[in-house]
């Protein structure tokens, strides 16, 4: 391999205690490139059908990619992993530092496997590798176990990516913790940590990262830079964090409110970024080479819990914690933000199971007495905070949300399923599928569930753009037609090449064109990639995905969304009266399998799979 | 005169792109414990991008046991590869930590502000480095200090923003 890659993995067995150095193995990297590419191959090989999520032999798959910690932003890591709030393909994807850490030590990729007897953290030292005891750290916050660490390990820029309270309570949405407060939060990684007795994974590396032609990549750079400068969503991402975008999904009405029984805030401007940058903000932060700097710090001006630091609060979060509990304080939505991150759990999930609970309680399927005497009414700033504690304590009624809305919903009953707001488990995050008819196809076919962001459709659909899906004129963010399916088709595949490379979706999401992603790809490896070549690996990678999703039971039937969204309409403001039509719905479905090449069930089709070179994976089942 | 680079603390994000940006110039290889200006985490919030300040009274220099450090006439330090025998003793008294030993040639470097016209602050993309005199140094600190104080006595901070653009 001519550059972007170490060539190496590291493979950690928790049960014995055994720690291989290995060869990345160069066949699938040229096909399935990393993150979470590489990451879904390893795991559709490794990990058996059936597995149990939180037992032995489900596997974490921690991978960067050829450019990650390269100077085209910013450098990221993926974990994959069957995910225990969805029994499916479950990965997650964070920032900030780690990922290019790992692979300054001299990895492309960990790979843990197995459960400890007692609790452990790994610490990799460049070749140096050693499990270490972690008792002492077990019940320990994300904040104080990356402290703990560092001061343990007598070396301040040790890079610890963690588990929290949450991971160790095998909360099923639980996140990893690195740099701080980036999170892989979704899907539930930090409990797959927790079941295998690993707090954390500490990371020093004293090497570098070579490319294959250095002077392609300064020109790349100098490309990206251009379009960054100038394009305009960009520069609200780094003036008002991710919740630049409060403005943009409220003035559609898309803005899901009340567990999205409308897509209109009346008070989304006391959440918006503008109003956050003046009233909380003390800091913008950025991840590794990342221009933007989306990342925001705040702290908590009144209260009992004045003075807090707040690595936050992002757009996601200002939703489930805000508009989807109806509640426009956005010092509340910053403490739930920031005590998520210190249990470690992803607040989109943890949001959704909250206002889960706030709407049973509205509908009388929840009493006050159930719910450990919390006053579930909508926007209860204080029930709120205790929530997340109970949730991430695993305490009272904390402990049946802890598992998700799909799950809590099956042990609640009573018809409370069609309040759980989810995909194949995954809840939403803060985009309404009635006004951005578009996001009805991502949550729909997302293989990890209702995922916001394995396409860029979110940017079609408020009406700016991607320059991954170059358009001549902004799409209609209330049609669901066939114009969406192709979208979904193209930007899926580009954006999981993004998520293999690995890059950032606010940068080169927005910024790269798939020709810029073509070249970048391919300066940074040596290797001939032009744009045909990215959606042929994304097309890949994805169908990869879905064959592992095929496996563990998914078909069209899970191609879904709850009941609401076809059989309430929206009641106010700009998408007022907007509802998603089922047979349009089921269309469009048809339109999308036959576009990809699988059959009329959603299973990819046999000369598909082998066309794309995963013949290795048949027969299916 | 004497340069050096001047930073912006509020504006860091802490993104080290001016790490990567020297490499880009000097090593063609990504590696930040090679880049010649280090980006360090404060807790609980700050970012300090640090390089050599081109001191008046150079320690590095002035404790190398071969002689091999000085100061031009620009007022940078020059490494006589030849003389330096990779001791690392400058890199102990450098109050900055801001010499870099390179393994290949086990000679020490430094950063010379890429002839006047450095890669990293170009490439920040707040605009927090900035090369300036340090006979003026002084003088953006106690601007924007007497802004503060001013809009503290009797501007908003909406006005603030206005002032400073
Ligand atoms: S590039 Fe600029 S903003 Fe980024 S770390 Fe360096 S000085 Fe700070
Ligand atoms: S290398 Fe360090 S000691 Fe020498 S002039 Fe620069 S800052 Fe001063």
């Known amino acids: 391999m001519k550059g972007g890659y170490t060539g190496k993995m590291l493979r950690v067995n928790l049960s014995t205690g055994k720690i291989v150095k290995e060869g990345l193995p160069p066949e699938p990297a040229r096909k399935f490139l990393g993150g979470v590419g590489l990451g879904s191959y390893l795991l559709l090989k490794e990990v058996p059908a059936g597995a149990d999520p939180l037992g032995e032999s489900n596997k974490l798959f921690f991978c960067t990619g050829p450019l990650t910690g390269t100077r085209i932003p910013t450098g990221r890591y993926v974990v994959t992993f069957k995910s225990p709030l969805t029994s499916i393909l479950g990965w997650s994807s964070s920032a900030g530092h780690w990922g290019p850490e790992l692979k300054f030590a001299g990895y492309d990729a960990l790979i843990v496997e197995g459960v400890s007897p007692s609790p452990v953290y790994l610490w990799i030292d460049d070749d140096s590798v050693e499990l270490r005891k972690a008792q002492h750290l077990w019940g320990a916050t994300t904040g104080e176990t990356q402290k703990r660490i560092r001061k343990e390990l007598g070396d301040e820029e040790v890079r610890v990516a963690c588990i929290g309270p949450a991971g160790e309570k095998l909360v099923r949405f639980a996140s990893i913790i690195n740099d701080e407060g980036r999170a892989a939060g979704r899907c539930g990684a930090g409990a797959v940590m927790g079941s295998k007795k690993l707090k954390a994974v500490a990371v020093r590396g004293h090497g570098g990262v070579k490319v294959a032609e250095p002077e392609k990549v300064s020109e790349v750079v100098k490309k990206m830079y251009e379009v960054w400068k100038s394009e305009p969503f960009v520069r609200s991402l780094h003036l008002y964090g991710t919740d630049a975008m409060t403005s943009f999904t409220s003035g559609i009405a898309a803005f899901p409110t009340r567990n999205f029984q409308s897509g209109w805030f009346e008070e989304w401007e006391k959440l918006s970024g503008p109003t956050l940058s003046r009233t909380l903000l003390v800091k913008k932060v950025g991840c590794f080479g990342c221009p933007i700097a989306c990342g925001r710090v705040s702290v908590v001006k009144s209260g009992p819990y004045r003075g807090m630091v707040v690595w936050g609060p992002e757009y996601e979060h200002v939703n489930t914690f805000g508009a989807g509990c109806g509640n426009s304080d956005l010092e509340t939505v910053s403490i739930c933000h920031q005590l998520v991150n210190e249990y470690g759990m992803d607040g989109i999930s943890c949001g959704r199971a909250i206002s889960f609970a706030m709407e049973c309680h509205e509908k009388g399927l929840l009493k006050r007495e159930e719910a450990d005497g919390l006053d579930l009414s909508w926007g209860n700033g204080e029930t709120m905070v205790e929530l997340v504690r109970r949730i991430g304590e695993r305490r009272g009624i904390g402990d049946l949300l802890a598992e998700g809305t799909r799950l809590a919903a099956r042990k609640l009953g009573r018809g409370s399923e069609k309040y759980a707001m989810q995909t194949k488990g995954l809840e939403y995050a803060g985009y309404e599928p009635r006004g951005m008819k578009g996001m009805a196809l991502t949550y729909a076919l997302g293989n990890r569930g209702g995922c916001h962001i394995t396409t860029g459709m979110l940017y079609l659909d408020i009406g700016t753009m991607t320059w991954m899906y170059p358009l001549d004129s902004p799409l209609d963010p209330q049609a669901l037609d066939l114009e969406k399916v192709k979208a979904e088709v193209a930007l899926e595949r580009r954006y999981t090449v993004v998520e293999s490379a690995v890059l950032c979706k606010f940068f080169a999401g927005i910024v790269f064109t798939p020709s810029l992603m073509a070249s970048s790809l391919s300066a940074v490896t040596g290797w001939e990639i032009d744009e045909g070549e990215v959606d042929r690996i994304g097309e890949r990678i994805w169908t990869l995905q879905r064959l592992f999703n095929v496996r563990e039971g998914i078909t069209r039937k899970d191609d879904t969304l709850p009941e609401r969204f076809f059989t309430e309409p929206l009641p106010d403001g700009f998408s007022r009266g907007q509802v998603l039509d089922r047979k349009t719905f089921e269309e469009m479905l048809d339109a999308y399998y036959r576009m990809v090449g699988w059959d009329e069930e959603g299973i990819p089709k046999e000369e598909k799979v082998r066309e794309l070179g995963l013949g290795e994976f048949l027969p299916l089942r | ?165």
């Open chain 2, 1 to 165: 005169m004497r340069l050096y680079l001047r930073v912006d603390l509020d504006k860091c994000t802490g993104c080290r792109t001016c790490e990567l940006a020297c490499l880009d110039a000097k090593k063609k290889e990504y590696n930040p414990k090679k880049a010649l200006i280090r980006v360090t985490f404060v807790p609980p919030y700050f970012f300090l991008p640090l390089s050599c300040q081109f001191c008046e009274k150079p320690p590095c220099v002035s404790s190398c046991p071969e002689g091999a450090l000085e100061v031009d006439e620009r007022h940078r330090i020059k490494v006589d590869p030849q003389k330096c025998i990779g001791c690392t003793w400058c890199l102990n008294v450098c109050p900055f930590g801001a010499i870099v030993l390179d393994e290949e040639t086990n000679v020490v470097r430094v950063c010379d502000l890429c002839d006047g016209d450095p890669e990293c602050a170009k490439a920040c993309p707040t605009g927090a480095l900035e090369l300036v005199p340090s006979e003026t140094a002084g003088l953006k600190n106690r601007i924007s200090a007497a802004q503060k104080l001013l809009a503290g006595l009797m501007l908003s901070g909406e006005a603030l923003k206005e002032v400073k653009g």
